[in-house]
């Protein structure tokens, strides 16, 4: 393991690197702070020497640094280098190894059951996604589960990794106990995000993108580094009950299901939360609920369970993609309600505008408080 003081070093690199390359100063399309602009082909070096400053292998840390960066491309700023200490601590303290390869251990045509042999979570899940790839132009279907994981980034770039190739793509993933359940006071299931993206035409897609909590934890943290406060229905403390202050949620309390409190469709997030669990936790033969480890312990591997999708539309109905992109014409095209500029299709179209951003301006912004790595790093 390193010592703090090479500890330091490595993570004093972030402000190094992302200083060395700050462009002008400029107002945000999401508030009035100050950001700076980071080529994005700085912040994957930066990862990959992140990550090989522990000995990471270098084609395992090119895959995180992919995820990451589209993350923060995409302006899931809780998934991208937010996260990045929590894989170098991870691989550092051998929770997690630096090396080896995810294998298939049971598969038929259409499915397969992969051991992520406790690589990182990018590998693993870039392994069973191309498996469900090839699987879908095969037999119209591919569906796999994993288990022996780890914290995989951002549900979308997997299920994103499919509209590629022409295809339907779904990803999900049980995580760290983080939501405590409709009238309950004990977290008991992870966020268990999902995703599922669809191709259209003319290079167009939708991609959903969500926890099924109301929010990611990694919100609530920024939310806690601003020291700002949350809204109704984010998260609850110790004694279950809504909670407006961050740091109560993130140390006693936990995450609200998508949806709030009971009286505003909460039990639906929890019911979703459920749904992942049993695609993932469950099918695979992973840990699942109140057994996987706590968020960000290392006194033991995450063996996190995954579900990768690939479905091929043209065994289906034809005219999809017409179709589809017909009904994302239409959601975007509604009359917006008083007061407001646009219609949002979901959580595309505010993800399309700060790609957009992103290209304009040359990089990928970035806030101070946003890459604040955590306490005692600096």
Same mark, same amino acid.
């Given at each position: 393991?390193?010592?703090?003081?090479?500890?330091?070093?490595?993570?004093?690199?972030?402000?190094?690197?992302?200083?060395?390359?700050?462009?002008?100063?400029?107002?945000?399309?999401?508030?009035?702070?100050?950001?700076?602009?980071?080529?994005?082909?700085?912040?994957?070096?930066?990862?990959?020497?992140?990550?090989?400053?522990?000995?990471?292998?270098?084609?395992?840390?090119?895959?995180?640094?992919?995820?990451?960066?589209?993350?923060?491309?995409?302006?899931?700023?809780?998934?991208?280098?937010?996260?990045?200490?929590?894989?170098?601590?991870?691989?550092?303290?051998?929770?997690?190894?630096?090396?080896?390869?995810?294998?298939?251990?049971?598969?038929?045509? %259409?499915?397969?059951?992969?051991?992520?042999?406790?690589?990182?979570?990018?590998?693993?899940?870039?392994?069973?996604?191309?498996?469900?790839?090839?699987?879908?132009?095969?037999?119209?279907?591919?569906?796999?589960?994993?288990?022996?994981?780890?914290?995989?980034?951002?549900?979308?770039?997997?299920?994103?990794? %499919?509209?590629?190739?022409?295809?339907?793509?779904?990803?999900?993933?049980?995580?760290?106990?983080?939501?405590?359940?409709?009238?309950?006071?004990?977290?008991?299931?992870?966020?268990?995000?999902?995703?599922?993206?669809?191709?259209?035409?003319?290079?167009?897609?939708?991609?959903?993108?969500?926890?099924?909590?109301?929010?990611?934890?990694?919100?609530?943290?920024?939310?806690?580094?601003?020291?700002?406060?949350?809204?109704?229905?984010?998260?609850?403390?110790?004694?279950?009950?809504?909670?407006?202050?961050?740091?109560?949620?993130?140390? %006693?309390?936990?995450?609200? !299901?998508?949806?709030?409190?009971?009286?505003?469709?909460?039990?639906?997030?929890?019911?979703?939360?459920?749904?992942?669990?049993?695609?993932?936790?469950?099918?695979?033969?992973?840990?699942?609920?109140?057994?996987?480890?706590?968020?960000?312990?290392?006194?033991?591997?995450?063996?996190?369970?995954?579900?990768?999708?690939?479905?091929?539309?043209?065994?289906?109905?034809?005219?999809?993609?017409?179709?589809?992109?017909?009904?994302?014409?239409?959601?975007?095209?509604?009359?917006?309600?008083?007061?407001?500029?646009?219609?949002?299709?979901?959580?595309?179209?505010?993800?399309?505008?700060?790609?957009?951003?992103?290209?304009?301006?040359?990089?990928? !912004?970035?806030?101070?408080?946003?890459?604040?790595?955590?306490?005692?790093?600096?």
């Amino acid at each position: 393991m390193i010592g703090r003081s090479a500890e330091r070093r490595i993570f004093s690199r972030i402000i190094n690197g992302l200083t060395k390359f700050k462009c002008k100063r400029h107002s945000s399309t999401e508030s009035t702070e100050s950001w700076d602009i980071v080529p994005r082909k700085e912040v994957k070096r930066f990862i990959i020497e992140c990550m090989s400053s522990v000995k990471t292998r270098q084609d395992h840390a090119e895959k995180l640094a992919d995820n990451l960066s589209t993350a923060d491309y995409r302006g899931h700023y809780s998934h991208g280098l937010n996260r990045l200490d929590m894989y170098v601590r991870d691989i550092d303290s051998g929770i997690t190894e630096r090396d080896g390869d995810p294998m298939t251990i049971k598969e038929s045509q %259409a499915t397969a059951l992969v051991d992520g042999q406790n690589v990182l979570g990018p590998v693993v899940g870039d392994y069973s996604m191309e498996i469900a790839i090839q699987k879908a132009k095969q037999t119209g279907v591919g569906w796999v589960a994993a288990k022996g994981s780890n914290h995989y980034g951002i549900a979308g770039w997997y299920a994103m990794k %499919a509209v590629d190739h022409g295809l339907l793509g779904l990803s999900f993933t049980n995580t760290s106990p983080l939501e405590v359940p409709t009238r309950a006071r004990k977290p008991t299931l992870g966020t268990n995000p999902l995703s599922l993206a669809v191709p259209a035409k003319d290079n167009d897609s939708f991609v959903l993108d969500m926890a099924t909590t109301t929010v990611a934890l990694g919100k609530i943290e920024l939310h806690d580094r601003k020291q700002i406060s949350i809204p109704d229905g984010w998260g609850v403390d110790s004694q279950g009950k809504m909670c407006n202050v961050a740091k109560p949620v993130i140390e %006693a309390g936990g995450l609200m !299901p998508l949806g709030g409190s009971e009286m505003t469709g909460g039990y639906k997030g929890y019911g979703l939360a459920m749904m992942v669990e049993i695609f993932c936790g469950i099918l695979a033969g992973s840990d699942y609920g109140p057994n996987i480890r706590r968020w960000k312990s290392t006194e033991r591997v995450a063996n996190l369970g995954q579900c990768f999708i690939a479905v091929d539309p043209d065994c289906f109905a034809p005219g999809f993609i017409d179709r589809m992109s017909d009904l994302m014409d239409t959601c975007r095209n509604l009359t917006p309600a008083e007061g407001e500029e646009d219609v949002v299709l979901v959580a595309g179209d505010p993800e399309r505008r700060h790609m957009n951003m992103c290209d304009q301006r040359g990089g990928i !912004p970035y806030h101070p408080n946003q890459i604040k790595f955590g306490v005692g790093f600096f």
